[in-house]
């Protein structure tokens, strides 16, 4: 499968090695072109990027989602996992019990099926998502069964413990407790 990571910072470098490691094909879609997140990473402009994958994984700064997201062109009813976490000044959630950022998202991104996934541990268990013996749970939210289901597979294919949450509104309880993780 082809996943695109719009994002090329710790976190999508982190998930892009796993998924690479895990037999899938990988592109970074950036702004600048021309700076690479690490040699021989595939780069292309954020709307190729998009358009060549099967799946998107957003993972950028809650401050870029409003602008970068549009610019992802009709995603065509693909899937986008969002990875972000909506913390604005103060490092405070900028959505809560009402919505979620991934519901903004979702209002944002043209013809997405968006998924909440990865955004509720930190980086180090991205790299490594064990505990002993003991794999990292990691709950995966939305709608569309197809799409959830493949996200939990993309989760366990790197060594996630990935449980189901039907419903994109689960977000809201997954991003709160985001925070208690960072």
Same mark, same amino acid.
């Given at each position: #499968?082809? &996943?695109?990571?719009?994002g090329a910072g710790n976190v999508g470098t982190t998930l892009g090695r *796993? ?5 899938? +094909?990988? $592109? ?8 690479? =997140?690490? =040699?021989?990473?595939? $780069?292309? *402009? !954020?709307?190729?990027?998009? @358009?060549? *994958? ?21 995603l065509q009813g693909k899937i986008l996992i969002d990875v972000t976490n909506? &913390?604005?000044?103060?490092?405070? !959630? ?8 991934? +519901?903004?998202?979702?209002?944002? @991104?043209? /013809? ?12 180090? /268990? #991205? ?14 939210? /939305? /709608?569309?069964? +197809? ?10 294919? &790197?060594?996630?413990?990935?449980? @189901?949450?039907?419903? !994109? ?8 407790? @985001?925070?208690?993780? &960072?």
């Amino acid at each position: #499968m082809r &996943i695109a990571i719009i994002g090329a910072g710790n976190v999508g470098t982190t998930l892009g090695r *796993a998924w690479a490691d895990a037999g899938h +094909e990988i $592109v970074y879609g950036m702004r600048d072109v021309a700076s690479s =997140p690490y =040699p021989g990473a595939q $780069v292309q *402009a !954020l709307q190729a990027a998009a @358009a060549s *994958a099967d799946v998107v994984a957003l993972t950028l700064p809650w401050a870029a989602v409003p602008e970068v997201v549009p610019a992802l062109g009709d995603l065509q009813g693909k899937i986008l996992i969002d990875v972000t976490n909506p &913390i604005g000044p103060g490092f405070a !959630l900028t959505h809560g019990h009402t919505t979620s950022g991934a +519901e903004q998202v979702a209002q944002l @991104a043209t /013809n997405a099926r968006v998924v909440k996934a990865f955004n509720t541990t930190g980086l180090e /268990n #991205m790299a490594n998502p064990k505990y002993g013996d003991q794999r990292v749970f990691m709950p995966v939210a /939305n /709608n569309d069964g +197809e799409a959830l289901a493949r996200v939990v597979s993309l989760a366990s294919e &790197i060594g996630f413990d990935a449980v @189901a949450l039907k419903g !994109l509104h689960c977000a809201r309880e997954t991003e709160l407790l @985001a925070m208690l993780w &960072i």
